[in-house]
Protein backbone atom coordinates (compact mmCIF):
# COMPACT_ATOMS: atom_id res chain seq x y z
CA UNK A 1 0.00 0.00 0.00
CA UNK A 2 1.66 3.17 -0.67
CA UNK A 3 1.82 6.07 1.46
CA UNK A 4 1.11 9.27 0.35
CA UNK A 5 3.18 12.64 1.02
CA UNK A 6 1.48 15.47 3.15
CA UNK A 7 2.06 17.76 0.43
CA UNK A 8 -0.49 15.22 -1.79
CA UNK A 9 -2.83 15.15 1.05
CA UNK A 10 -2.94 19.13 1.35
CA UNK A 11 -3.65 18.87 -2.23
CA UNK A 12 -6.24 16.57 -1.94
CA UNK A 13 -8.17 18.31 0.60
CA UNK A 14 -8.26 21.45 -1.11
CA UNK A 15 -9.12 20.17 -4.25
CA UNK A 16 -12.28 18.75 -2.20
CA UNK A 17 -15.58 20.70 -2.31
CA UNK A 18 -15.98 22.00 1.01
CA UNK A 19 -19.00 20.14 3.09
CA UNK A 20 -21.94 21.63 5.11
CA UNK A 21 -22.46 20.22 8.50
CA UNK A 22 -24.39 20.78 11.52
CA UNK A 23 -24.97 20.08 15.03
CA UNK A 24 -28.47 19.66 16.95
CA UNK A 25 -27.33 20.96 20.21
CA UNK A 26 -30.42 19.79 22.50
CA UNK A 27 -28.57 18.96 25.43
CA UNK A 28 -28.26 22.56 27.45
CA UNK A 29 -25.50 21.36 29.83
CA UNK A 30 -23.65 19.72 26.67
CA UNK A 31 -24.20 16.26 28.38
CA UNK A 32 -25.23 14.92 24.09
CA UNK A 33 -27.91 12.64 23.53
CA UNK A 34 -25.82 10.16 22.10
CA UNK A 35 -27.97 8.83 19.06
CA UNK A 36 -28.67 5.39 17.75
CA UNK A 37 -31.08 3.05 15.94
CA UNK A 38 -31.82 5.28 13.31
CA UNK A 39 -35.68 4.73 11.15
CA UNK A 40 -37.62 6.70 9.66
CA UNK A 41 -41.57 7.27 9.47
CA UNK A 42 -43.97 9.83 8.34
CA UNK A 43 -40.82 11.58 6.50
CA UNK A 44 -39.39 11.95 9.91
CA UNK A 45 -36.12 10.62 11.39
CA UNK A 46 -36.67 8.90 14.93
CA UNK A 47 -33.48 7.33 16.69
CA UNK A 48 -33.16 6.15 20.65
CA UNK A 49 -31.09 9.52 22.15
CA UNK A 50 -30.26 10.34 25.66
CA UNK A 51 -32.18 13.16 27.16
CA UNK A 52 -30.10 15.29 29.89
CA UNK A 53 -33.00 14.61 32.64
CA UNK A 54 -35.09 11.39 31.59
CA UNK A 55 -32.07 9.23 29.81
CA UNK A 56 -32.30 6.76 26.67
CA UNK A 57 -35.41 7.57 25.44
CA UNK A 58 -36.86 7.83 21.63
CA UNK A 59 -36.33 11.06 20.19
CA UNK A 60 -37.53 12.21 16.46
CA UNK A 61 -35.95 14.78 14.00
CA UNK A 62 -37.35 16.82 11.10
CA UNK A 63 -33.89 18.14 10.41
CA UNK A 64 -34.53 21.39 11.99
CA UNK A 65 -33.43 22.18 15.91
CA UNK A 66 -36.85 23.15 17.05
CA UNK A 67 -38.01 19.65 15.34
CA UNK A 68 -35.49 17.19 17.54
CA UNK A 69 -36.73 16.63 20.91
CA UNK A 70 -37.62 13.50 22.56
CA UNK A 71 -41.15 11.62 21.53
CA UNK A 72 -41.45 10.26 25.45
CA UNK A 73 -40.12 9.83 28.54
CA UNK A 74 -41.62 6.07 29.27
CA UNK A 75 -39.49 4.97 31.69
CA UNK A 76 -39.84 8.17 34.18
CA UNK A 77 -37.03 9.92 35.20
CA UNK A 78 -33.64 8.75 34.65
CA UNK A 79 -34.45 5.07 34.28
CA UNK A 80 -33.31 3.71 30.70
CA UNK A 81 -36.08 2.95 28.72
CA UNK A 82 -33.92 0.51 26.56
CA UNK A 83 -35.87 1.42 23.32
CA UNK A 84 -35.24 -1.47 20.83
CA UNK A 85 -34.53 -1.00 17.61
CA UNK A 86 -37.85 0.35 15.41
CA UNK A 87 -39.64 -1.73 12.82
CA UNK A 88 -41.37 0.19 10.81
CA UNK A 89 -45.42 -0.62 9.74
CA UNK A 90 -47.21 2.02 7.10
CA UNK A 91 -47.14 5.53 8.62
CA UNK A 92 -46.70 3.84 12.14
CA UNK A 93 -43.11 2.53 13.96
CA UNK A 94 -43.29 0.15 16.70
CA UNK A 95 -40.91 -0.84 19.49
CA UNK A 96 -40.34 -2.43 22.79
CA UNK A 97 -39.30 0.01 26.09
CA UNK A 98 -38.93 -0.48 29.18
CA UNK A 99 -40.84 1.59 31.85
CA UNK A 100 -40.40 2.57 35.23
CA UNK A 101 -42.24 -0.44 36.31
CA UNK A 102 -39.43 -2.34 34.91
CA UNK A 103 -41.98 -4.01 32.91
CA UNK A 104 -40.65 -4.66 28.54
CA UNK A 105 -43.95 -3.48 26.82
CA UNK A 106 -44.62 -2.77 22.85
CA UNK A 107 -45.17 0.87 22.15
CA UNK A 108 -45.73 2.76 18.91
CA UNK A 109 -45.04 5.66 17.45
CA UNK A 110 -46.02 8.56 14.11
CA UNK A 111 -43.27 10.26 15.09
CA UNK A 112 -45.50 13.26 17.49
CA UNK A 113 -45.19 12.92 21.25
CA UNK A 114 -49.42 13.08 20.95
CA UNK A 115 -48.45 9.66 19.12
CA UNK A 116 -46.19 7.89 21.26
CA UNK A 117 -47.77 5.40 23.18
CA UNK A 118 -48.28 2.09 24.41
CA UNK A 119 -50.10 -0.23 22.28
CA UNK A 120 -50.81 -3.06 24.41
CA UNK A 121 -50.29 -4.48 27.98
CA UNK A 122 -50.10 -8.21 27.15
CA UNK A 123 -48.97 -8.87 30.74
CA UNK A 124 -51.02 -7.31 33.34
CA UNK A 125 -49.69 -6.43 36.57
CA UNK A 126 -46.35 -8.80 34.83
CA UNK A 127 -43.44 -8.18 32.37
CA UNK A 128 -44.77 -8.35 28.89
CA UNK A 129 -40.61 -8.59 27.99
CA UNK A 130 -41.56 -8.12 24.35
CA UNK A 131 -38.61 -8.71 21.63
CA UNK A 132 -37.58 -9.72 18.31
CA UNK A 133 -40.05 -8.07 16.73
CA UNK A 134 -40.30 -8.64 12.60
CA UNK A 135 -42.36 -7.65 9.81
CA UNK A 136 -44.07 -10.54 7.67
CA UNK A 137 -47.32 -10.46 5.77
CA UNK A 138 -48.43 -6.95 6.57
CA UNK A 139 -48.18 -7.43 10.01
CA UNK A 140 -45.20 -7.16 13.23
CA UNK A 141 -44.71 -10.62 15.01
CA UNK A 142 -42.81 -10.70 17.95
CA UNK A 143 -41.74 -12.92 20.96
CA UNK A 144 -43.85 -11.52 24.53
CA UNK A 145 -44.58 -13.26 27.67
CA UNK A 146 -48.05 -13.97 29.18
CA UNK A 147 -49.60 -15.43 32.63
CA UNK A 148 -51.46 -17.80 30.67
CA UNK A 149 -48.94 -18.88 27.88
CA UNK A 150 -45.43 -18.33 29.06
CA UNK A 151 -43.86 -16.45 25.99
CA UNK A 152 -44.49 -17.39 22.93
CA UNK A 153 -45.65 -15.79 19.62
CA UNK A 154 -47.49 -12.97 19.28
CA UNK A 155 -48.79 -10.53 16.30
CA UNK A 156 -49.89 -7.04 15.31
CA UNK A 157 -51.09 -5.08 13.12
CA UNK A 158 -50.94 -1.83 14.80
CA UNK A 159 -54.03 -1.50 16.92
CA UNK A 160 -54.94 -2.79 20.06
CA UNK A 161 -57.27 -5.29 19.33
CA UNK A 162 -55.33 -6.77 16.56
CA UNK A 163 -52.64 -7.71 18.89
CA UNK A 164 -52.57 -11.33 19.86
CA UNK A 165 -51.40 -14.52 20.63
CA UNK A 166 -50.40 -16.64 17.32
CA UNK A 167 -50.30 -20.05 18.64
CA UNK A 168 -49.14 -21.69 22.42
CA UNK A 169 -46.46 -23.42 20.97
CA UNK A 170 -45.20 -25.15 24.09
CA UNK A 171 -48.76 -26.01 25.81
CA UNK A 172 -49.10 -24.55 29.24
CA UNK A 173 -47.48 -21.50 30.79
CA UNK A 174 -44.04 -22.88 30.16
CA UNK A 175 -42.32 -20.72 27.84
CA UNK A 176 -41.06 -22.25 24.25
CA UNK A 177 -38.90 -19.29 23.69
CA UNK A 178 -40.18 -18.57 20.48
CA UNK A 179 -37.51 -16.04 18.18
CA UNK A 180 -38.82 -15.08 14.73
CA UNK A 181 -35.36 -15.66 12.93
CA UNK A 182 -36.36 -14.62 9.52
CA UNK A 183 -38.76 -14.76 6.12
CA UNK A 184 -38.65 -17.30 3.30
CA UNK A 185 -40.36 -17.96 0.62
CA UNK A 186 -43.37 -16.24 1.81
CA UNK A 187 -42.99 -17.91 5.43
CA UNK A 188 -42.17 -16.78 8.45
CA UNK A 189 -39.61 -19.17 10.17
CA UNK A 190 -39.02 -19.55 14.11
CA UNK A 191 -36.83 -20.42 16.56
CA UNK A 192 -39.20 -22.14 19.36
CA UNK A 193 -38.63 -24.87 21.99
CA UNK A 194 -41.34 -27.84 22.36
CA UNK A 195 -40.94 -31.10 24.15
CA UNK A 196 -39.06 -33.67 23.01
CA UNK A 197 -37.53 -31.81 20.51
CA UNK A 198 -35.75 -28.80 22.50
CA UNK A 199 -35.12 -25.56 20.38
CA UNK A 200 -35.61 -26.78 16.99
CA UNK A 201 -36.88 -24.82 13.70
CA UNK A 202 -40.19 -24.11 13.11
CA UNK A 203 -42.44 -21.85 10.36
CA UNK A 204 -45.61 -20.13 10.38
CA UNK A 205 -47.87 -18.34 8.00
CA UNK A 206 -49.14 -16.27 10.67
CA UNK A 207 -51.94 -18.46 11.53
CA UNK A 208 -52.12 -21.30 14.53
CA UNK A 209 -52.96 -24.03 12.26
CA UNK A 210 -49.91 -22.97 9.93
CA UNK A 211 -47.47 -22.96 12.66
CA UNK A 212 -45.80 -26.63 12.79
CA UNK A 213 -42.38 -27.81 13.68
CA UNK A 214 -40.11 -27.65 10.17
CA UNK A 215 -37.80 -29.96 10.84
CA UNK A 216 -36.01 -31.48 13.73
CA UNK A 217 -32.44 -30.66 12.74
CA UNK A 218 -31.21 -31.90 16.01
CA UNK A 219 -32.84 -35.19 16.44
CA UNK A 220 -34.35 -35.70 19.89
CA UNK A 221 -34.80 -33.40 22.77
CA UNK A 222 -31.11 -31.53 22.17
CA UNK A 223 -31.57 -28.41 20.39
CA UNK A 224 -29.85 -27.07 17.12
CA UNK A 225 -30.61 -23.67 18.41
CA UNK A 226 -31.66 -21.74 14.85
CA UNK A 227 -29.98 -18.52 15.07
CA UNK A 228 -31.58 -15.36 13.43
CA UNK A 229 -30.78 -15.48 9.48
CA UNK A 230 -30.50 -13.41 6.28
CA UNK A 231 -32.35 -14.43 3.59
CA UNK A 232 -31.12 -14.70 -0.39
CA UNK A 233 -33.24 -15.39 -3.35
CA UNK A 234 -35.97 -16.24 -1.27
CA UNK A 235 -33.69 -18.78 1.02
CA UNK A 236 -32.95 -17.84 4.40
CA UNK A 237 -29.67 -18.69 5.55
CA UNK A 238 -29.29 -19.18 9.22
CA UNK A 239 -26.79 -21.39 11.84
CA UNK A 240 -27.47 -24.40 13.69
CA UNK A 241 -25.61 -27.23 15.25
CA UNK A 242 -27.03 -30.98 14.33
CA UNK A 243 -24.74 -31.97 17.08
CA UNK A 244 -22.72 -34.22 14.14
CA UNK A 245 -20.98 -31.09 12.58
CA UNK A 246 -21.11 -28.53 15.33
CA UNK A 247 -22.22 -24.69 14.13
CA UNK A 248 -22.57 -24.98 10.62
CA UNK A 249 -24.17 -23.03 7.87
CA UNK A 250 -27.74 -24.18 7.33
CA UNK A 251 -30.86 -23.38 4.21
CA UNK A 252 -34.37 -23.43 3.83
CA UNK A 253 -37.09 -22.42 1.68
CA UNK A 254 -39.70 -22.66 4.40
CA UNK A 255 -40.53 -26.91 3.33
CA UNK A 256 -38.76 -29.96 5.41
CA UNK A 257 -37.23 -31.00 1.45
CA UNK A 258 -35.46 -27.81 1.25
CA UNK A 259 -33.90 -27.22 4.57
CA UNK A 260 -30.36 -28.77 4.45
CA UNK A 261 -26.77 -27.98 5.69
CA UNK A 262 -25.01 -26.21 3.09
CA UNK A 263 -21.18 -27.44 3.77
CA UNK A 264 -19.40 -28.79 6.40
CA UNK A 265 -16.68 -25.98 6.12
CA UNK A 266 -14.92 -27.04 9.86
CA UNK A 267 -15.38 -30.98 10.02
CA UNK A 268 -16.14 -32.67 13.19
CA UNK A 269 -18.42 -31.31 15.90
CA UNK A 270 -16.93 -28.00 16.34
CA UNK A 271 -18.15 -26.38 14.00
CA UNK A 272 -17.34 -23.53 11.78
CA UNK A 273 -19.42 -20.76 13.91
CA UNK A 274 -20.36 -18.67 10.89
CA UNK A 275 -21.21 -15.42 11.76
CA UNK A 276 -21.77 -11.96 10.12
CA UNK A 277 -23.87 -12.93 7.11
CA UNK A 278 -24.72 -10.76 4.82
CA UNK A 279 -26.28 -10.95 1.33
CA UNK A 280 -25.03 -9.07 -1.80
CA UNK A 281 -24.29 -9.11 -5.54
CA UNK A 282 -26.05 -13.03 -5.53
CA UNK A 283 -23.93 -13.96 -2.86
CA UNK A 284 -24.25 -15.03 1.08
CA UNK A 285 -20.95 -13.34 2.42
CA UNK A 286 -19.96 -14.50 6.11
CA UNK A 287 -16.91 -15.10 8.40
CA UNK A 288 -16.24 -18.80 9.46
CA UNK A 289 -13.32 -20.64 11.04
CA UNK A 290 -11.59 -23.66 10.97
CA UNK A 291 -8.59 -24.87 12.26
CA UNK A 292 -5.96 -24.02 9.56
CA UNK A 293 -6.89 -20.76 8.56
CA UNK A 294 -9.08 -19.06 11.65
CA UNK A 295 -12.22 -17.03 10.84
CA UNK A 296 -11.96 -15.67 7.08
CA UNK A 297 -14.04 -13.92 4.64
CA UNK A 298 -16.20 -16.71 2.51
CA UNK A 299 -19.01 -16.51 0.15
CA UNK A 300 -21.70 -18.79 -0.82
CA UNK A 301 -24.21 -19.72 -3.83
CA UNK A 302 -25.89 -21.82 -1.42
CA UNK A 303 -24.45 -25.25 -3.04
CA UNK A 304 -21.36 -26.86 -1.02
CA UNK A 305 -19.54 -27.01 -4.32
CA UNK A 306 -19.61 -22.88 -4.30
CA UNK A 307 -19.31 -22.58 -0.62
CA UNK A 308 -15.36 -21.17 -0.67
CA UNK A 309 -13.06 -19.27 1.28
CA UNK A 310 -12.52 -16.03 -0.76
CA UNK A 311 -8.90 -15.21 0.76
CA UNK A 312 -6.42 -15.95 3.67
CA UNK A 313 -6.44 -12.32 5.15
CA UNK A 314 -4.20 -12.81 7.86
CA UNK A 315 -2.00 -15.73 6.10
CA UNK A 316 -2.04 -19.42 8.87
CA UNK A 317 -4.17 -20.23 12.03
CA UNK A 318 -4.22 -16.81 13.13
CA UNK A 319 -7.77 -15.05 12.39
CA UNK A 320 -8.72 -12.11 10.73
CA UNK A 321 -12.36 -12.04 11.86
CA UNK A 322 -14.21 -10.14 9.20
CA UNK A 323 -16.82 -8.25 10.69
CA UNK A 324 -19.43 -5.25 9.31
CA UNK A 325 -19.87 -6.19 5.69
CA UNK A 326 -21.19 -3.85 3.98
CA UNK A 327 -21.83 -3.56 -0.22
CA UNK A 328 -20.93 -0.80 -2.24
CA UNK A 329 -20.17 -0.82 -6.01
CA UNK A 330 -19.98 -3.99 -6.65
CA UNK A 331 -17.59 -4.58 -3.74
CA UNK A 332 -18.33 -5.90 -0.39
CA UNK A 333 -16.43 -3.69 2.48
CA UNK A 334 -15.28 -5.31 5.85
CA UNK A 335 -12.94 -4.87 9.13
CA UNK A 336 -10.12 -7.43 9.38
CA UNK A 337 -7.59 -7.94 11.25
CA UNK A 338 -3.66 -8.71 10.30
CA UNK A 339 -0.52 -8.95 12.84
CA UNK A 340 0.75 -5.98 10.52
CA UNK A 341 -1.45 -3.84 9.79
CA UNK A 342 -4.16 -4.39 12.92
CA UNK A 343 -7.92 -3.96 12.39
CA UNK A 344 -8.62 -1.51 9.06
CA UNK A 345 -11.20 -1.85 5.94
CA UNK A 346 -10.93 -4.28 3.01
CA UNK A 347 -12.74 -4.87 0.03
CA UNK A 348 -13.60 -7.61 -1.95
CA UNK A 349 -15.25 -8.79 -5.33
CA UNK A 350 -15.36 -12.00 -3.96
CA UNK A 351 -12.08 -13.02 -5.34
CA UNK A 352 -8.96 -13.23 -3.43
CA UNK A 353 -6.52 -10.97 -5.89
CA UNK A 354 -9.58 -8.42 -5.64
CA UNK A 355 -9.74 -8.79 -2.41
CA UNK A 356 -7.44 -5.83 -0.68
CA UNK A 357 -7.16 -3.39 2.11
CA UNK A 358 -8.16 -0.11 1.31
CA UNK A 359 -5.27 1.73 3.25
CA UNK A 360 -3.77 1.90 6.45
CA UNK A 361 -5.64 4.38 8.65
CA UNK A 362 -3.65 3.70 12.05
CA UNK A 363 0.18 3.11 10.42
CA UNK A 364 1.51 -0.22 11.93
CA UNK A 365 0.19 -2.48 13.78
CA UNK A 366 -2.36 -0.32 15.88
CA UNK A 367 -6.32 -0.52 15.31
CA UNK A 368 -8.32 1.37 13.07
CA UNK A 369 -11.60 -0.57 13.93
CA UNK A 370 -13.88 0.71 10.75
CA UNK A 371 -17.17 0.33 11.04
CA UNK A 372 -20.99 1.94 10.63
CA UNK A 373 -20.62 1.67 6.96
CA UNK A 374 -23.50 3.72 4.75
CA UNK A 375 -23.57 4.24 1.32
CA UNK A 376 -24.51 8.40 0.72
CA UNK A 377 -24.03 10.14 -2.61
CA UNK A 378 -22.47 7.97 -4.87
CA UNK A 379 -19.83 7.44 -1.88
CA UNK A 380 -18.82 5.21 0.66
CA UNK A 381 -18.86 6.46 4.51
CA UNK A 382 -17.65 5.42 7.91
CA UNK A 383 -15.88 5.84 11.05
CA UNK A 384 -12.30 4.78 11.73
CA UNK A 385 -9.74 6.56 14.05
CA UNK A 386 -5.82 6.85 13.52
CA UNK A 387 -5.33 7.61 17.45
CA UNK A 388 -7.83 7.82 19.87
CA UNK A 389 -10.62 9.40 18.22
CA UNK A 390 -13.00 7.98 15.61
CA UNK A 391 -13.82 10.41 12.72
CA UNK A 392 -15.78 10.02 9.83
CA UNK A 393 -14.44 8.59 6.15
CA UNK A 394 -15.45 8.67 2.78
CA UNK A 395 -14.13 6.70 -0.21
CA UNK A 396 -14.93 6.43 -3.92
CA UNK A 397 -13.34 2.76 -2.86
CA UNK A 398 -9.60 4.14 -4.39
CA UNK A 399 -6.95 4.99 -1.81
CA UNK A 400 -6.55 8.21 -3.17
CA UNK A 401 -10.58 8.95 -2.87
CA UNK A 402 -10.27 8.03 0.84
CA UNK A 403 -10.20 10.82 3.41
CA UNK A 404 -10.95 11.48 7.18
CA UNK A 405 -13.71 14.78 7.15
CA UNK A 406 -12.69 17.09 10.01
CA UNK A 407 -12.67 20.65 10.74
CA UNK A 408 -10.26 23.35 8.83
CA UNK A 409 -9.58 24.34 12.23
CA UNK A 410 -8.99 21.26 14.42
CA UNK A 411 -5.69 19.89 16.09
CA UNK A 412 -4.90 16.72 16.78
CA UNK A 413 -6.77 17.48 20.27
CA UNK A 414 -9.94 18.43 18.77
CA UNK A 415 -11.05 15.60 16.23
CA UNK A 416 -14.79 14.96 15.85
CA UNK A 417 -15.41 11.51 17.48
CA UNK A 418 -17.95 9.30 15.49
CA UNK A 419 -19.91 7.30 17.91
CA UNK A 420 -22.81 4.66 16.91
CA UNK A 421 -24.70 3.89 13.58
CA UNK A 422 -25.77 7.17 10.70
CA UNK A 423 -28.63 7.07 8.80
CA UNK A 424 -29.54 8.50 5.44
CA UNK A 425 -32.90 10.82 5.83
CA UNK A 426 -33.74 14.03 3.87
CA UNK A 427 -30.74 14.20 1.38
CA UNK A 428 -27.97 14.82 4.80
CA UNK A 429 -26.12 11.98 6.47
CA UNK A 430 -27.24 11.77 9.91
CA UNK A 431 -24.89 10.58 12.77
CA UNK A 432 -23.84 11.04 16.45
CA UNK A 433 -20.55 12.52 17.11
CA UNK A 434 -18.34 14.43 19.77
CA UNK A 435 -16.67 17.58 18.53
CA UNK A 436 -14.83 19.92 21.52
CA UNK A 437 -17.40 20.63 24.41
CA UNK A 438 -21.20 19.69 22.73
CA UNK A 439 -21.07 15.73 24.20
CA UNK A 440 -22.76 12.96 21.93
CA UNK A 441 -25.29 14.90 19.57
CA UNK A 442 -26.79 14.40 16.84
CA UNK A 443 -24.91 15.74 13.35
CA UNK A 444 -25.59 15.81 9.33
CA UNK A 445 -23.54 16.27 6.43
CA UNK A 446 -25.59 18.05 3.75
CA UNK A 447 -25.59 16.86 0.54
CA UNK A 448 -22.49 17.24 -1.00
CA UNK A 449 -23.02 17.07 -4.49
CA UNK A 450 -25.47 20.21 -4.75
CA UNK A 451 -22.07 21.99 -4.65
CA UNK A 452 -24.44 25.10 -3.60
CA UNK A 453 -23.78 25.64 -0.04
CA UNK A 454 -27.44 25.82 1.83
CA UNK A 455 -28.07 27.77 5.08
CA UNK A 456 -26.69 25.94 7.80
CA UNK A 457 -26.10 26.87 11.13
CA UNK A 458 -24.65 26.01 14.48
CA UNK A 459 -26.63 27.55 17.54
CA UNK A 460 -24.95 28.45 20.57
CA UNK A 461 -21.52 28.39 18.08
CA UNK A 462 -19.73 30.94 20.91
CA UNK A 463 -19.14 28.20 23.10
CA UNK A 464 -18.13 26.27 20.71
CA UNK A 465 -14.87 27.47 19.13
CA UNK A 466 -14.31 29.61 22.25
CA UNK A 467 -12.03 26.49 23.40
CA UNK A 468 -10.28 26.02 19.72
CA UNK A 469 -6.80 27.75 20.19
CA UNK A 470 -4.96 30.17 17.99
CA UNK A 471 -3.90 29.73 15.05
CA UNK A 472 -6.79 27.32 14.26
CA UNK A 473 -9.46 29.54 13.48
CA UNK A 474 -12.85 28.75 11.86
CA UNK A 475 -13.93 30.64 8.76
CA UNK A 476 -16.91 31.79 9.11
CA UNK A 477 -19.45 33.66 7.28
CA UNK A 478 -23.09 34.40 6.28
CA UNK A 479 -23.03 35.75 10.08
CA UNK A 480 -26.99 36.29 10.89
CA UNK A 481 -28.89 37.41 13.70
CA UNK A 482 -31.43 36.35 15.59
CA UNK A 483 -33.03 36.59 19.13
CA UNK A 484 -33.93 34.21 21.79
CA UNK A 485 -35.58 35.11 25.04
CA UNK A 486 -34.96 38.60 24.75
CA UNK A 487 -30.90 38.38 23.96
CA UNK A 488 -29.19 39.13 20.78
CA UNK A 489 -27.00 35.75 19.58
CA UNK A 490 -25.07 35.04 16.32
CA UNK A 491 -25.28 31.96 14.16
CA UNK A 492 -22.35 31.23 11.09
CA UNK A 493 -22.29 28.71 8.84
CA UNK A 494 -18.65 27.14 9.38
CA UNK A 495 -16.36 25.94 5.98
CA UNK A 496 -15.54 22.06 6.69
CA UNK A 497 -12.42 20.49 4.44
CA UNK A 498 -11.44 17.30 3.89
CA UNK A 499 -8.02 15.65 4.80
CA UNK A 500 -6.86 11.80 4.69
CA UNK A 501 -4.72 12.63 7.77
CA UNK A 502 -6.10 15.34 10.44
CA UNK A 503 -2.92 16.70 11.22
CA UNK A 504 -2.31 17.76 7.91
CA UNK A 505 -4.71 20.81 7.36
Not at 84 to 89: G, I, P, R, W
Not at 419 to 433: E, I, P, Q, R, S
Request: with cysteine; net charge neutral.
Amino acid sequence: MKKLLIPLLLLAASAQAQDSFKVFNTSPINAGIEPSKFDTVNNKLIFVGKHHLYSYEPFVSDGTDTGTHILKDIATGTQTSNVSKYCVLGNKAYFAATDQANDRRLWTTDGTSAGTYLLKDIFPGGNDNVNNLMLYNGKIYFSALSLQHGRELWVTDGTAAGTDSVKDIYPGTTSSQVLPIGVANGKLLLSANYPGTGIELWVSDGTKAGTVLLKDIRPGSGSSNPQTGVTMNNILYFVADDSIHGPELWATDGTPSGTYLVKDIYPGTTGCNASGLYAYMGKLWFSAQTPAYGAELYTTDGTAANTIMVKDIQPGAAPSTPTYMYGFNNRVYFAATTTTYGSECWSSDGTDAGTVMLTDFYPGAFHSTPSSFIAFQNKLYFTARNDTNYSLVRTDGTDTGTHFINPAWKTKGFAMNIKYDMAVYDGALYFGAYFDSTGYELWYLADTLKRIPTPIYYTHINNRCSHIPQPYKPQFHNKNKYTIQNRQHYAYRCNWQCGKDRNTI
